[in-house]
């Protein structure tokens, strides 16, 4: 049985079973469903979204659209999930730490509580690299930036931007004066490390992956290695040698209804879960992810849950340093 063909059984089935269920999980999904993006149109969260929205939309036998609200560092995003009705029509696409970003600025506004995960199916960890040849090591780099403060350059994509964060804090635990030129966006930033306007910068591994050919990884920001940058040193080797904390972080992308919506209809939930699931396991959908560098992973609600919080935790202390 297909999923279409499921979610009409549960519609249509006993009149006793129907009466025994709450309103929205008998008539779940409705209407359209709304994939909101609190950014630009070319991101990575919108082409994330992008990628199931016609697959998502086979699963649940109704139209699904993605509505992108940037602005105000996503919380203009942010709020138009949190004031639409709590019916599972309105689904969240972001990444943490930006929305432990909005949670610093505003503490009023929707967070990760309010939110019941489905998916975390892209998870990017950061990197340092530097100009090919620049160093021959991190050590090297540390011993350098320590007898010339304010000479080496650092290229930043963005104060919520995974790999500026981790970056910065490193710098920071080492006592390193280095100096921070700012870029709008990751695409900015790494034209410019390519011209050779900057000696160093930071990214999720995709994301840098533009700039592999002319790179030296300095530092991967993670517990293992990972495929794309196996030549990377993991932070907790780089760091063994040195008075700091190893921090691993990546930027996670997520999809998220509201919390409200999972306790009141746990049939509608997992209706929507299933949906999702249906999703990643298409073979069209994982050849066209691919295609387009965009994560598929299944790891369901509880595991993404628990990543996605995980990550914010230790995400939040940075972010709210003044």
């Known amino acids: 049985m297909t999923l279409k063909h499921l979610l009409a059984s549960c519609v249509t089935g006993a009149a006793i079973a129907l009466t025994s269920m709450p309103l929205g999980a008998q008539t779940y999904p409705s209407d ?98 530097a100009q090919q040849g620049r160093w021959e090591s991190f050590d090297a780099f540390v011993a350098e930036a320590r007898d010339n403060p304010g000479s080496i350059t650092f290229g930043s994509s963005g104060s919520v931007a995974i790999g500026t964060i981790l970056a910065l804090d490193l710098f920071d635990q080492l006592g390193l004066d280095i100096r921070i030129v700012p870029f709008d966006g990751g695409g900015e930033t790494r034209s410019a490390f390519l011209g050779g306007l900057v000696d160093m910068t930071a990214a999720g591994v995709q994301g840098a992956l533009r700039i592999r050919d002319s790179a030296d990884p300095m530092v991967l920001f993670w517990d293992e290695p990972v495929e794309a940058w196996s030549d990377a040193p993991l932070v907790g080797d780089v760091l063994a040698n040195y008075d700091a904390t190893a921090l691993s972080g990546s930027a996670t992308r997520f999809f998220a209804t509201h919390a409200a919506f999972a306790k009141a209809n746990p049939e509608g939930f997992a209706t929507l879960v299933a949906a999702f699931e249906a999703v990643s396991q298409d073979a069209d959908y994982q050849a066209n992810a691919a295609e387009t560098r965009v994560g598929s992973d299944w790891l369901g609600p509880d595991m993404s849950a628990s990543f996605v919080h995980s990550q914010a935790k230790a995400f939040l202390p940075l972010l709210s340093q003044d």
Do not use: C
């Open 32 to 129: 359209t469903v709304t994939l909101i993006v609190p950014s630009r149109p070319g991101g990575s969260i919108d082409r994330m979204a992008r990628s199931v929205q016609r697959y998502l939309g086979d699963a649940l036998g109704v139209g699904v659209e993605v509505q992108n609200i940037p602005g105000a560092g996503s919380k203009i995003g942010v709020a138009a999930f949190a004031e639409a009705e709590p019916d599972g029509h309105t689904i969240l696409a972001h990444f943490s730490p930006g929305i432990v970003q909005v949670h610093v600025e505003d503490p009023e506004l929707a967070y990760l509580d309010d939110m019941a995960i489905i998916n975390a199916p892209w998870s990017d960890p950061g990197i340092l690299v």
